[in-house]
């Protein structure tokens, strides 16, 4: 079955959303999304939009934040273009309906790890639910946009889908993607001249994450089949407050109660993070969720507390209304009255596919947008709340280099062929490859987590490469199904990851290794870039 529009979209989250809002101005646009169309990230966001938007701010401010907190690796260009711009796409969400949350007729700011002023636009704790909602509502029965739930995209479409033998050098151009219908078990060819991957992150491929159970990767494991450039994967965030025994996914502790003068406490009692950081409580996650690990090791205890207990209970109530809630009736814990047990988890990746300032990936055709990208605003960490700014101010750069193609209309597409899904399938030996979802993310959470070494990463190399094997032995004699090609893109996520953590002999935010414990300046401040002409095909 084929499918044509002038734009694909893979994914539905914000960066997505908004793409799609404006292609369809100027085209047709179908959506690829692999649960109900409100599943993403984004609607686990609680956080909200860092904006300079009061007068005691200042862009200059911001940027700094943004630089200081990705340690030496942001691109200056793409942090400069995400401040400058912010403040007119959030204009844009204010005019679509999202409402933030205000005081005294103004918009109400909160203030997160990292950040030096007041500036994250809120709505209240369930910022991401509120603009995927109102994003949501905008394209409902917008006639030029068709929106597929329950559809897996399998693979991007390329030259290789011809037959052709690409190199390093060759010119690769995308031309669309193979999607899986869920429901009915087909594939079906989805094509458009222009293809944007807005699939989120990878926190599936650890043990403990915030993610919903559909960060597996996919895009950033699509376009590294297909030639693109990956970059800096080492770079993984563990937010460092999740509820502790939450369950899967975790159960994000904002960063903005921290702001609101929450204070991080051993099991005892003791107040730890000012031996860390002059910022205490307010540092930077990579420091905060260091501390917390290294706290945890050191007494040997599971988890450590958030205490809330000296601020106005009213007040929590009515700025954290979301999170009050579901501790109070989910896990029966009054966060007035009683300390927070808190652990860090995977949170975001910092690295992903490498594009340019306006979205462009390094194969023809193709864009990417939101945490699937790297654009090189967060470096080796990012700032709390600039993920999703980043995802509405470069998915209007994509669209309006998209838009420019696709005016041009060079693109032809050629004639593809059908999905080949010739093969048997044997449940009994599904059972078997199932566990390695299981094996998978135990070994990144016990090796490649918030404190490294080459031995770990060795150990977590080898291991990997046997469940890589036996995942493509597996995948190229059976029909595919929905685990198996998420399972598919978690090991190529892992050995991505493992591969860029071997690379740097430094550390640096979010990668810290035993063996080089110093930031390294001089040989180490640049982008860790894999593709598959130098990556992983030795792992």
């Not at 691109?75 to 401040?83: P, S, T, W």
């Not at 005294?104 to 209240?124: C, M, Q, T, Y």
């Not at 509502?137 to 329950?150: C, T």
């Not at 507390?305 to 999170?323: N, S, T, V, W, Y």
Request: proline share 3%; with cysteine; aromatic share 6%.
């Amino acid at each position: 079955m084929e499918i044509r529009s002038d734009f694909l979209i893979v994914g539905s989250g914000i960066a997505g959303l908004s793409f799609a809002l404006k292609a369809a101005e100027v085209g047709t646009v179908s959506i690829i999304t692999k649960k109900e169309r409100a599943e993403s990230n984004t609607n686990y966001a609680q956080g909200g939009i860092a904006a300079v938007i009061s007068p005691d701010d200042s862009l200059k401010l911001h940027i700094q934040d943004t630089l200081s907190a990705g340690v030496g690796l942001c691109h200056r260009d793409a942090v400069e273009i995400l401040v400058k711009e912010g403040p007119e796409r959030l204009r844009e969400l204010i005019n679509l309906g999202v409402e933030f949350t205000k005081k005294d007729g103004r918009l109400d700011l909160g203030k997160e790890g990292g950040h030096s002023r007041n500036r994250i636009v809120h709505a209240r704790d369930r910022s991401g639910l509120a603009i995927e909602q109102a994003l949501l509502h905008s394209i409902a029965n917008h006639p030029n946009i068709k929106v597929y739930e329950n559809h897996l995209a399998i693979d991007l479409i390329t030259e290789h889908h011809l037959g052709q033998q690409l190199t390093a050098n060759t010119p690769i151009h995308c031309w669309g993607a193979y999607g899986l219908d869920v429901q009915r078990n087909i594939v079906k060819r989805f094509l458009a001249p222009i293809t944007v991957l807005c699939t989120g992150g990878v926190g599936q491929v650890y043990l403990h994450t915030t993610n919903p159970s559909i960060a597996t990767g996919d895009g950033i494991a699509m376009a590294y089949r297909a030639g693109a450039l990956i970059a800096n994967m080492e770079f993984i965030q563990f937010h460092p407050t999740t509820l502790y025994n939450s369950g899967a996914p975790a159960f994000l502790i904002s960063e903005a109660i921290r702001g609101f003068g929450g204070i991080l406490r051993t099991k005892s009692g003791e107040e730890f993070m000012s031996r860390y950081d002059p910022q205490g409580s307010l540092a930077p996650r990579d420091i905060v969720a260091r501390a917390i690990d290294t706290e945890l090791k050191k007494r040997g205890d599971e988890y450590v507390l958030l205490d809330l207990r000296h601020l106005p209970g009213e007040r929590i109530k009515e700025q954290f209304p979301h999170i009050y809630e579901t501790c109070l009736t989910r896990y029966k814990l009054d966060i007035t009255r009683e300390p927070i047990p808190v652990v860090p988890a995977a949170h975001y990746s910092c690295g992903g596919v490498v594009t340019d300032l306006c979205g462009q990936t390094s194969i023809q055709n193709l864009y990417a947008c939101g945490e699937v990208a790297m654009t090189g605003v967060h470096g080796a960490n990012r700032l709390a709340s600039n993920s999703l700014l980043e995802a509405v101010v470069f998915s209007h750069r994509a669209f309006e280099s998209a838009k420019q193609a696709f005016k041009e209309k060079k693109t032809v597409i050629p004639e593809i062929p059908p999905w080949d899904d010739s093969g048997t399938f044997d449940a009994e030996e599904w059972v078997l490859i199932g566990h390695d979802r299981r094996e998978i993310q135990e070994i990144m959470w016990d090796y490649v987590g918030i404190v490294r070494s080459d031995l770990r990463l060795l150990r977590a190399q080898r291991r990997l490469q046997l469940i890589q094997d036996e995942v493509e032995n597996f995948y190229k004699r059976t029909r595919v199904v929905e685990g198996l090609i998420e399972l598919r893109n978690l090991i190529t996520i892992a050995e991505l990851i493992v591969r860029s953590a071997l690379l740097r002999k430094e550390s640096r935010g979010l990668h810290y290794t035993t063996d080089y414990s110093q930031r390294d300046d001089e040989h180490w401040c640049k982008d860790t870039i894999i593709s598959l002409w130098n990556g992983l095909s030795s792992l």
